[in-house]
Structure formats: C-alpha cells, structure tokens
C-alpha cells in the first residue's frame, strides 16, 4: 500500500455496523443534484468513460423526469457513491434503456411489463478504493426498487467488462448488443434480470438485498409525502444479514 493510502475496509463485515454508517438519501432540490452531477463527472472523468468538460458535470434529461429517483449512498457521513433509478412504465417510459432499445422494450411495455432502469451508477474514485464493498451497497438500491414498485425486470445498461457482475450478483442475461449511449464514451449492451424468479436466490446467496417494508417507503418517498423532517434514511439491515460477499 502506498504511504497515505486509505486502508481497504469491509463495510459487510460482522463488526462493521453497517446499519449505523451507510445512509441512503434521496437528491432532490438543485443543490443536492449538483453535488451528485459533480461527483459523476470525477468517476467518469477517472474512468476513463466521459470526455473533459467545462461545467464539470455530467447529467441529463433523465435526471428530473417524474419517474426519477436519484439517490447518494453516505458513509460515516460522507457522500462515496450515486445511482439513478427510472421506473419504467406503460404510461411513463422517460429512461435512458427505452430510448437506446426502444426496439427491444417497448413491445414489452405494450405488454404492460414494469422496469426499474438503474442509470447513472457513479462512485468517489477514493471512496471507491477504501470501500470495495460500494458497488453493493449501490446496486442494492436497484433491487429494493424492483420490490418496492412490483417490477417485473431490473435492467442494466452495462459496458462489457462489468456484465459478470450483474450477471453473479442478479443472475441477469444480455438482451439486446452493445449501443451507443449519449455522453458515454464505451458502448453499452442491454441486460435484463427477471426479478420474480431470481428473487428468493439473489437474497438467499446475498442477504444484503433484503429490506423492510418501512425502509423501502421510506426511501421512495418524496419530499411533499413524508411526514416529518428526516433527510435521509438509515438502512435497516437486520444483523444476522450482514454476512461478508463472496
């Protein structure tokens, strides 16, 4: 390790107190997304996946459409990682996965079939070396969302080196090849994950996924709907779950 360098910590670990460090919030006032647009550039910058910019941003269209969720993932208080979270329906099909392969989902939205159209995934590049656990933590809100709005599948729009771990950790299948997406320098193909039938197995081998029912409302709620001031949610994850990822 490098002198100076974070230390590698789980956050899965059975000392870890995960429930008491990791808090989800939902961004919704303009200074709150400006802080999440900001962070996405400097992973996308990092990565390799955005060309430079003067605004030092990266957002879209997607980001204030009324089927949009935009969620920062803090740890001890500090803001590691984000995930934008469209709920595709029938009657509101504003997602980045709709547009890009119209082809392939709108015959199913037809059908009356639900999305939950995970975008945007982003994480502190420091963040992401001192955590390695994030990307669950992350993803997971994903899930829940399938739970919480009655989905029928969990997509993904996933460059290539990145499928085996949807692929491991949601059983997903590609469904549609490599496109290109606005403002993404690597091409990205469709997978999807049937979330009724791979439900019970995904948190059975990761428990990590499972949530109450007061978690997930609360979560979900906007702004107008809650009735008290909590900015934030505290993940309610029971003890016996957290177990470490293999």
Request: charged residues 25%; aromatic residues 10%; contains cysteine.
């Given at each position: 390790?490098?002198?100076?360098?974070?230390?590698?910590?789980?956050l899965?670990?059975?000392?870890?107190?995960?429930?008491?460090?990791?808090?989800?919030?939902?961004?919704?006032?303009?200074?709150?997304k400006?802080?999440?647009?900001?962070?996405?550039?400097?992973?996308?910058?990092?990565?390799?996946?955005?060309?430079?910019?003067?605004?030092?941003?990266?957002?879209?269209?997607?980001d204030?459409?009324?089927?949009?969720?935009?969620?920062?993932?803090?740890?001890?208080?500090?803001?590691?990682?984000?995930?934008?979270?469209?709920?595709v329906?029938?009657?509101c099909?504003?997602?980045?996965?709709?547009?890009?392969?119209?082809?392939?989902?709108?015959?199913?939205?037809?059908?009356g079939?639900?999305f939950?159209?995970?975008?945007?995934?982003?994480?502190?590049?420091?963040?992401?070396?001192?955590?390695?656990?994030?990307?669950?933590?992350?993803?997971?809100?994903?899930?829940?969302?399938?739970?919480?709005?009655?989905?029928?599948?969990g997509?993904?729009?996933?460059?290539?080196?990145?499928?085996?771990?949807?692929?491991?950790?949601?059983?997903?299948?590609?469904?549609a090849?490599?496109?290109?997406?606005?403002?993404?320098?690597?091409?990205?193909?469709?997978?999807?994950?049937?979330?009724r039938?791979?439900?019970?197995?995904?948190?059975?081998?990761?428990?990590?996924?499972?949530?109450?029912?007061?978690?997930?409302?609360?979560?979900?709620?906007?702004?107008?709907?809650?009735h008290?001031?909590?900015?934030?949610?505290?993940t309610?994850?029971?003890?016996?779950?957290?177990?470490?990822?293999?």
């Amino acid at each position: 390790m490098k002198a100076g360098a974070e230390p590698r910590t789980s956050l899965f670990g059975p000392e870890s107190g995960l429930s008491d460090r990791v808090d989800y919030r939902l961004m919704e006032t303009p200074e709150e997304k400006d802080c999440i647009y900001l962070m996405r550039y400097k992973a996308y910058l990092h990565g390799g996946v955005t060309a430079p910019s003067e605004s030092q941003r990266v957002s879209d269209r997607y980001d204030d459409a009324p089927n949009a969720w935009i969620f920062g993932i803090y740890v001890d208080g500090e803001l590691c990682s984000s995930i934008r979270l469209n709920v595709v329906t029938s009657e509101c099909r504003i997602s980045g996965s709709a547009d890009l392969f119209g082809d392939v989902l709108h015959p199913r939205l037809d059908r009356g079939e639900v999305f939950i159209d995970p975008l945007r995934l982003a994480a502190d590049p420091e963040k992401a070396r001192q955590f390695p656990d994030l990307p669950y933590l992350t993803v997971r809100l994903a899930y829940l969302a399938c739970e919480h709005f009655n989905a029928d599948t969990g997509l993904a729009l996933v460059r290539a080196e990145h499928q085996a771990f949807y692929r491991r950790v949601f059983m997903s299948e590609v469904i549609a090849e490599p496109r290109s997406f606005p403002g993404f320098l690597p091409k990205v193909s469709l997978l999807a994950s049937d979330y009724r039938t791979v439900r019970e197995k995904v948190m059975t081998r990761f428990p990590i996924m499972r949530s109450t029912s007061v978690e997930r409302r609360m979560l979900f709620q906007r702004a107008g709907e809650r009735h008290s001031s909590l900015r934030g949610v505290v993940t309610s994850f029971d003890r016996a779950s957290i177990v470490p990822i293999s």
